[in-house]
């Protein structure tokens, strides 16, 4: 099963992300962007003020692509619990505000539709909502996507995704005390196994 934390920078995704690994030691703990030479491309795209939206698009969906194969379908074809902070959802949230302006005809819709050939979709995933004055302030507002402004298109694609497949999404109040919003988090996981 492959359960996926979403939601704004500093909405707490990793927090929870380490006190799962902590309750659930036997399953695969994962992350985008992932830890490869993939990943460094995008976190050098990710602090270029000027870097090319477009181009900031594919080095993601390059990155995602190597997790899959490297690391997401195996997991799976094992059996194991595959838990990833991040994941396509981010993509369709932030380059679909960041195309906003672009050429690009409804960015979301063209995001999903180059992921759809080859992504495996999460069984579940988990959004922890908090407002983005909140978000910003939790994360620093270091880089480009960590401003109030900017992530208040991305909570409004995150809301489009979860109008568009209700029953993947647990949407998780994430402006509560990390205690609570990790309890919250584990009552689902619970659930979920329990269903398995
Ligand atoms: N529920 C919470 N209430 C208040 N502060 C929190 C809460 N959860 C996390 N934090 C704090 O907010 C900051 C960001 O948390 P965290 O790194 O877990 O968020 P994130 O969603 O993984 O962010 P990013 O996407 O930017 O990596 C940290 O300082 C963390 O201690
Ligand atoms: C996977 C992914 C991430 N982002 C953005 C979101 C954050 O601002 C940074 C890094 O993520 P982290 O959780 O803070 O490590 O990248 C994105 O724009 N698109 C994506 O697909």
């Given at each position: 099963m492959l359960v996926t934390l979403e939601g704004l920078d500093g909405s707490g995704k990793t927090t929870v992300w380490e006190a799962l690994s902590d309750r659930y030691p036997e399953a695969v703990f994962t992350h985008e962007p992932t830890d490869s030479w993939y990943g460094d491309a995008v976190n050098r795209a990710i602090d270029d003020d000027d870097a090319d939206p477009l181009a900031t698009l594919f080095l993601f969906t390059a990155d995602h692509a190597d997790h899959l194969s490297r690391v997401v379908r195996p997991a799976l074809a094992e059996g194991n619990l595959v838990v990833s902070d991040r994941y396509a959802d981010s993509r369709y949230a932030y380059q679909a505000a960041s195309l906003a302006?672009?050429?690009?005809?409804r960015p979301l819709e063209y995001i999903r539709g180059i992921h759809a050939a080859f992504t495996r979709p999460p069984d579940k995933t988990i959004y922890l909502d908090v407002d983005p004055e909140t978000a910003a302030a939790r994360s620093g507002a270091t880089n480009k996507f960590e401003q109030a402004g900017y992530l208040a298109e991305v909570r409004a694609n995150y809301e489009r995704l979860i109008d568009a497949d209700p029953n993947r999404f647990v949407r998780v109040d994430a402006t509560q005390s990390p205690e609570a919003v990790l309890d919250s988090v584990e009552d689902v996981f619970d659930r979920l196994l329990a269903d398995d």
């Open positions: 302006d672009a050429e690009i005809q």
